[in-house]
């Protein structure tokens, strides 16, 4: 389910979401919509869309619930493909424990899937955190898993998140990174957002970005939020939407 919160600040919005909706921070994902400072004539808020797996009863606020996600085909279910020998598992395993078979499972499953893609490689542990797993993808296609803008990285992620879910880790995060491109797509964006941010402010005038996914129009907004003078807003409908940076008083 979709919902919507706003409050003074970001942690404002997160908070009331987390009371409202009966939920730990780390049980939802978070968009930022549009952010607004505070001025002599205009109190300052943080709009933000709540992304969670199940209804809340009675919750006003619900806008949309999205489609259900494609089943990843039975075939790539875990049992389909060979165990590994142990000697042959993640090299660099964070510590050994009880998620150690779930983090198996995770990486024979990514390692079948881009297989059968016909783009091979090997998928190892690159982090852990508390309910987040981090997965990096050694192949020497990787410009073509990653695909225009990350959208094929993505692409698998989601599976990748879908798959966790049916082994019963639903509240586990899985990102999937190749060639450090998370990383470099972050400061990228980061340089975007000022660089437009100055542009607008030259112009006082505003800027409509290419389409994003949540986690990178999260970036701009938060990178943008402490600019005086700059707000930003996401616009459109579905998963990629864009962000409009604009001059202060523009609109």
């Known amino acids: 389910m979709i919902y919507e919160f706003e409050g003074r600040t970001e942690k404002e919005a997160i908070d009331k979401a987390a009371s409202e909706l009966g939920m730990e921070k780390d049980q939802f ?28 009863p009675g919750h006003v606020q619900a806008v949309r619930q999205g489609p259900a996600p494609d089943k990843p085909r039975d075939s790539l279910d875990e049992g389909s493909r060979p165990a590994r020998p142990a000697n042959n598992r993640r090299k660099n395993r964070i510590e050994p424990g ?53 959208k094929n990285l993505d692409a698998l992620q989601l599976l990748a998140n879908i798959y966790a879910g049916r082994q019963g880790r639903e509240e586990t995060r899985i990102i999937l990174d190749t060639e450090n491109y998370r990383l470099r797509r972050e400061e990228s964006l980061v340089r975007l957002a000022y660089t437009v941010a100055d542009k607008v402010r030259e112009s006082r005038s505003s800027i409509l970005l ?27 409908e579905g998963l990629y939407k864009q962000v409009r940076v604009y001059y202060r008083g523009y609109r």
Not at 32 to 44: A, D, H, M, N
């Open 29 to 56: 994902d978070v968009e930022i919509l549009e952010t607004q400072r505070s001025g002599l004539f205009k109190k300052g808020f943080v709009k933000i869309q709540v992304h969670t797996d199940a209804s809340v």
């Open 210 to 236: 290419e389409p994003m996914n949540p986690f990178d129009r999260r970036l701009i907004h938060t990178t943008l939020n402490d600019i005086s003078d700059v707000e930003t807003k996401s616009e459109g």
């Open 98 to 150: 009880s998620n150690d078979d779930f983090e198996a499972a995770m990486a024979g499953f990514v390692e079948t899937l881009i297989e059968r893609m016909g783009y091979p490689g090997i998928v190892s542990v690159l982090y852990r955190e508390e309910n987040k797993l981090g997965l990096k993808i050694e192949s020497e296609h990787s410009s073509i898993l990653i695909g225009k803008k990350g």
